[in-house]
T-cell receptor, first 113, second 114 residues
Framework: KAGVTQTPRYLIKTRGQQVTLSCSPI?????VSWYQQTPGQGLQFLFE???????NKGNFPGRFSGRQFSNSRSEMNVSTLELGDSALYLC????????????FGPGTRLLVL | GENVEQHPSTLSVQEGDSAVIKCTYS??????FPWYKQELGKGPQLIID?????GEKKDQRIAVTLNKTAKHFSLHITETQPEDSAVYFC?????????????FGAGTQVVVTP
């Protein structure tokens, strides 16, 4: 089975721009979670989608949003980028999203200049 | 919400020795505790997990123990090898409103020297 894939792997943007990141879960997995990883804050939960519905959301500003498509693929969007948004963005998939193993993708490295 | 603390932040061991990483959690309702290994340039990879109805679980050189009363769980790596060098994260999950959410510890940088 193919693992979780994320595109693009690397991205450079400037402040004020917006960015869209994509995540394809493991086949059959319906839950996709997104995390932000930085040296200072570690791994922080952004949000989770299941069957095209956001079921859970972390403590991030409204500039961070996401969606999930009928094939379980998910995208996250960050608008009006700030320097502090520079991070590794990870997505993880699981069968149903609760108390289950989450399988992580390789991440998208975002650098905001 | 859940809070997970992880110690130590760095751990240097000689090849062949054992490594132990400890985590504590705050929410007694949590009942799923995975451990992840992250190598440079890669996403976290699950190495072992434990649920609250189990006190200990082993997989070859790796073991995890859980003490629900004290709200702490530990990762034990025996006979360490250079390829065990990585950052290890503990996590907790399981509260009713935590759909798809893992609360991670800050991570432990493990360095195994030959």
């Amino acid at each position: 089975k193919a693992g979780v894939t994320q595109t693009p792997r690397y991205l450079i943007k400037t402040r004020g721009q917006q960015v869209t990141l994509s995540c394809s879960p493991i086949s059959g997995h319906r839950s996709v979670s997104w995390y932000q990883q930085t040296p200072g804050q570690g791994l922080q939960f952004l949000f989770e989608y299941f069957s095209e519905t956001q079921r859970n959301k972390g403590n991030f500003p409204g500039r961070f949003s996401g969606r999930q498509f009928s094939n379980s693929r998910s995208e996250m969007n960050v608008s009006t980028l700030e320097l502090g948004d520079s991070a590794l963005y990870l997505c993880a998939s699981s069968l149903a999203g609760t108390e289950e193993t989450q399988y992580f993708g390789p991440g998208t490295r975002l650098l905001v200049l | 919400g859940e809070n997970v603390e992880q110690h130590p932040s760095t751990l240097s061991v000689q090849e062949g020795d054992s490594a132990v990483i400890k985590c504590t959690y705050s929410d007694s309702a949590s009942n799923y505790f995975p451990w992840y290994k992250q190598e440079l340039g890669k996403g976290p990879q699950l190495i072992i997990d434990i649920r609250s109805n189990v006190g200990e679980k082993k997989d070859q050189r790796i073991a995890v123990t859980l003490n629900k009363t004290a709200k702490h769980f530990s990762l034990h790596i025996t006979e360490t090898q250079p390829e065990d060098s990585a950052v290890y994260f503990c996590a907790a999950s399981g509260v009713d409103d935590s759909w798809g959410k893992l609360q991670f510890g800050a991570g432990t940088q493990v360095v195994v020297t030959p």
